[in-house]
Structures are given as C-alpha cells and as structure tokens.
C-alpha cells in the first residue's frame, strides 16, 4: 500500500505522530494511531490529539526516542517530543478486574493490539490507523459510524460495570455527535444509571462540561433524563429549558446549568473552581438585571461578556426583553463612562469629605454618585462631584 504521504490524505498535523511510529516500526514493534482521533478522521472531523499505541514497552519508548517525558509510566503512557511537538504513546494493555466501577485493579501490558481494543469502551473508539492509513476495526466501527450509532464494545452491562463513567460517556458522545446510543447499549445504562454515584465528581464534571459545550446540548440533557443518569446525579436535567441553548464555553454551560436550576451550589456539588463561581454569579446578577429592566448604572457594572452572556440566556429562557442587543450597547456607549471603575471619585473621598467612619453607606453613596453622573446630573470630576456630594447631603 502507497504511504499516505504520497497520497496526499494525510492530515498535516498527522506527520509527527506518522513520523514517531515509523522509528517504532524500525526498531521492531508495531505502532498505530488509535482511539478519538481514529475515530475523527473517518467522521472527517479535526482531531489534534493523536494517540499512538504501541507494543513497546514504555522503557523500550523511552529507549527509542531522545526526548520522551514520563507522564504515567505504571499506565503504560510516555509522552514522546518529536519536532518539539508532544505525542502521547502508550503501550498496549488490558484492563484487570474492576471492584470499584471505577478503574481497573491493576493493568497488564500485552504484545497483542486485538488485546488492546477490547479494553476500549465504544466500537467507533476501539478502531486503529496504521502508517499507510489501514483501519484495524474489529468490532465494527466504522459500520456503527455510518449509521451514527454509540455501541458498547463487547457486552454493555460488562463494560458498565467495570467502570460506571462510561455510560456518561456515551451521553456525551451522543451529544457532540447527534448520534443514537444502540439499544443494548442504552438498556444496560438504564439498568446500572445508579452506580454513575461511585465516580468522582471532577470526572463527571468533565463530561457534563463536555454535553453543555457540544453541537448538541439538548439530545445529551434529554438522553441524561432517558436514561436515568439524571436520577443519580445533582440538578434538573430539562431538556425543554435547553434548546436553544448553544455555546462552546463551559463556564456559559455552567451558568445556564445553575440559571434554569435556580441553585448555584451546583456548583460546588460538581466541584467547579473560584473562578467558575466568580462568572456564574455575575452573569446571573446581570440576567436578573435584564429580565427586570436594566437601569442604565446596572449597563456599567457588567463586562461586555457578562451582558452579552446574560443577554443571550434571556433569549434561551424565552424571556420577553423590549431592547436588542445592538441597542443596550448603543445605551452602554452612550454613557458618560464605559465602567463603574471610571468614576473620578473612590470611597476615600467620600470619607474625606465627610469625616464619617468607613461603612454600608459608602457603597450606598458611590452607587448615588455613579446615577448622578450616568443621568447627567453631575459631570464626572472630582471636583463635581465633591460639591454635589455636600450639596446633597446638606439638603438631606
Ligand atoms: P475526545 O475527543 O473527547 O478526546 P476521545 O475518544 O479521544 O474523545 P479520550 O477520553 O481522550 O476520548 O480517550 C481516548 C481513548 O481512550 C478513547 O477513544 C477510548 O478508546 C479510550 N477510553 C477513554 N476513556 C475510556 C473509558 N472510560 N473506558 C474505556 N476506554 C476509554
Ligand atoms: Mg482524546
């Protein structure tokens, strides 16, 4: 067979993981593209991540190749650098006995790439690419591709059972896909949903994460609810509430997760970081903003993305808002300042001013100032702002 080089179907980015398995190949093992990014290159999808397996042994890996970097050797996993470009080759292995639906008891490293697949959780990610671009497909991926169908490899309650995050998995290949989970496959996710409770959070965070940000974000909400994993895990999972919703940012998931849930403790439940929690309190302040009519201060204590956010969330929630977007940033333009942080005067002056001890008040009189100078009433100086703070306060 012609080299796929010379054939010009190479995927560019491909080359240096063509490159890393040819030196395999020369120093007397085999080597093969294989998992997500296999499956990507016949659904002709971009796929930067390629993973190689191998039937070197990490040490024999580490022997071949100049710079290699130990990522998870007790895994089998070396990191190869190859024109600088990191490569993850792992050697082949299976997977013993799983007693805590998690992760297997020990894993044992094979000469066999048959050995290897098996051990893989999808028909259409337990297919190999060799060099010259042949697929090794023993269980019939590319037949469960065409016709856009997630299937176990092997017997699903088996595979199920052995680790429990699988079957999210599934969900959330169906959702960046908009393929159909097969029968067996989804019957035996019906049957064990209950043991998704035994994964760690962070993982499950991971593939929920994975759902909100894909092409189809209501298939994999509603196949959550079909099959049953909604029932196990924290939130409401409506898939009604979920279709227009589109994003490719997992923070704007997060937030429209918690926003049609009424509850951002989800957040912690799921163990999303600070900064998570940060976004999602700020775009869900400004949503509330919008859906009550925003006041013209509100437009300058959220950032364009927050607003932005917000605003497309009151189109997701069918919310009537009487102003298009174009005309709350011509609003927000229109605005003597751009940001709550431009005003001329701090909480400083206003204790300087008035010879009152720091208190509530000063964020209740910044707010004042900052209406006064949005309405026009004072110009923003600091000057002008010291005499209408003592001609206010005089009068009261
Ligand atoms: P993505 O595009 O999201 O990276 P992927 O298919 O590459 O999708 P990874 O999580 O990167 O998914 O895993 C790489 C490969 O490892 C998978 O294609 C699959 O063959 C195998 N794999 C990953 N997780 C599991 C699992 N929990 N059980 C069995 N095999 C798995
Ligand atoms: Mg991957």
């Not at 395999?24 to 971009?46: C, N, P, S």
């Not at 894993?107 to 028909?123: G, I, M, N, Q």
């Not at 909480?347 to 001013?353: C, T, V, Y």
């Not at 110009?379 to 005089?394: G, L, P, R, S």
Request: contains cysteine; proline residues 3%; glycine residues 4%.
């Amino acid at each position: 067979m012609k080299e796929w080089s010379q054939r010009k179907m190479i995927p560019k980015q491909w080359q240096n993981a063509i490159d890393v398995i040819n030196h395999i190949e020369q120093a007397g093992f085999e080597a093969f593209i294989v998992g997500g990014a296999v499956r990507d290159y016949y659904l002709k999808k971009e796929n930067n991540d390629v993973d190689i397996t191998t039937s070197a042994l990490p040490e024999e890996i580490q022997a071949i190749f100049p710079h290699t970097i130990d990522v998870g050797i007790a895994h089998g996993t070396v990191l190869v650098l190859h024109q600088e470009e990191p490569i993850e080759v792992t050697t082949y292995r299976t997977e013993s006995t799983y007693t805590d639906h998690r992760r297997p008891d020990a894993v044992h490293f094979v000469r066999d790439l048959a050995e290897d697949l098996k051990r893989r959780d999808f028909t259409m990610n337990a297919m190999a690419l060799s060099r010259t671009g042949e697929f090794i497909d023993l269980y019939d991926g590319r037949k469960h591709i065409d016709e856009r169908l997630i299937c176990a490899v092997g017997n699903a309650e088996e595979r199920f059972t052995e680790d429990a995050l699988r079957m999210l998995r599934a969900v959330r290949f169906a959702a960046q896909l908009n393929f159909k989970i097969e029968e067996q496959t989804f019957a035996a996710i019906q049957k064990q949903a209950a043991s998704i409770t035994l994964i760690a959070m962070e993982r499950i965070q991971v593939e929920l994460s994975k759902i909100f940000m894909s092409p189809f974000p209501a298939q994999g909400i509603q196949y959550m609810q079909e099959s049953q994993l909604a029932k196990y895990l924290a939130g409401d999972f409506d898939e009604a509430a979920w279709q227009l919703f589109q994003s490719d940012n997992r923070q704007v998931g997060w937030a429209y997760f918690c926003l049609v849930n009424q509850d951002v403790t989800l957040l912690t439940h799921y163990r999303c970081s600070n900064k998570d929690k940060q976004f999602v309190k700020q775009v869900l302040a400004a949503y509330e903003c919008l859906v009550k009519g925003i006041e013209k201060r509100q437009l300058l204590y959220f950032e364009g993305e927050i607003l932005r956010t917000a605003y497309q969330f009151t189109l997701w929630q069918k919310q009537p808002i009487n102003i298009t977007w174009e005309q709350l940033q011509q609003q927000k333009l229109a605005l003597p300042i751009q940001s709550a942080k431009q005003l001329a005067i701090t909480g400083q002056d206003l204790m300087a001013w008035s010879h009152k001890k720091r208190g509530p008040w000063i964020k209740d009189m910044l707010d004042a100032a900052l209406q006064a100078v949005v309405n026009g009433d004072v110009v923003n100086d600091k000057q002008q702002i010291k005499e209408w703070f003592h001609a206010t306060n005089d009068e009261g």
